[in-house]
């Protein structure tokens, strides 16, 4: 199944198959339901393509002869990275199984394409210029870190050099 492309199989009915989630927020808007009664049990595990954009609230739906016309929402909650790294298009897919496999459902998976739309909100702010050092010498400038959201707990921010040959923290 290609992620960006949703599909449905006969025997099933999904309502918006392309949903758009901002990140941190929840979505109940893509909803499952069965197209006719089944015989026996009928359970449809729902699975987040990339769990570090999208999680799913309940991966476990199931459908019997009582509730098979009641729609079940898809809860889709798109996950806040902290990167400003554009919108994402994340595949959540669908597997259908059936205590009784005559079920027309049994068997069956779909996928729904859920674009994830970046929040634009970074982890911190830095602030105090970029430094410019010579070679052999030194930058006794100040930066600030600023986090752009109130931390839940302690924060400690450890800098480190990608090429120690060329510049050393300390």
């Given at each position: 199944?290609?992620?960006?492309?949703?599909?449905?199989?006969?025997?099933?009915?999904?309502?918006?198959?392309?949903?758009?989630?901002?990140?941190?927020?929840?979505?109940?808007?893509?909803?499952?339901?069965?197209?006719?009664?089944?015989?026996?049990?009928?359970?449809?595990?729902?699975?987040?393509?990339?769990?570090?954009?999208?999680?799913?609230?309940?991966?476990t739906l199931t459908?019997?002869?009582?509730?098979?016309?009641?729609?079940?929402?898809?809860?889709?909650?798109?996950?806040?990275?902290?990167?400003?790294?554009?919108?994402?298009?994340?595949?959540?897919?669908?597997?259908?199984?059936?205590?009784?496999?005559?079920?027309?459902?049994?068997?069956?998976?779909?996928?729904?394409?859920t674009q994830v739309?970046?929040?634009?909100?970074?982890?911190?702010t830095i602030g105090?210029?970029?430094?410019?050092?010579?070679?052999?010498?030194?930058?006794?400038?100040?930066?600030?870190?600023?986090?752009?959201?109130?931390?839940?707990?302690?924060?400690?921010?450890?800098?480190?050099?990608?090429?120690?040959?060329?510049?050393?923290?300390?």
């Open positions: 199944i290609n992620p960006g492309i949703p599909s449905t199989p006969a025997g099933v009915t999904v309502t918006n198959t392309t949903p758009q989630i901002t990140e941190n927020n929840t979505y109940l808007g893509s909803t499952i339901v069965l197209d006719s009664a089944p015989v026996g049990t009928v359970t449809i595990s729902i699975t987040s393509g990339d769990l570090t954009e999208i999680t799913i609230g309940s991966p459908f019997d002869s009582t509730n098979w016309s009641t729609p079940q929402a898809i809860i889709q909650t798109a996950i806040e990275d902290y990167e400003v790294d554009g919108n994402q298009t994340t595949g959540v897919s669908y597997t259908i199984s059936s205590t009784n496999t005559s079920d027309v459902v049994h068997g069956k998976f779909g996928n729904i394409a739309l970046d929040s634009g909100r970074d982890l911190f105090g210029g970029t430094p410019t050092v010579a070679e052999g010498g030194s930058d006794n400038t100040t930066y600030t870190f600023v986090l752009d959201d109130a931390p839940s707990g302690s924060v400690t921010v450890t800098l480190t050099s990608t090429d120690t040959n060329e510049v050393i923290i300390g």
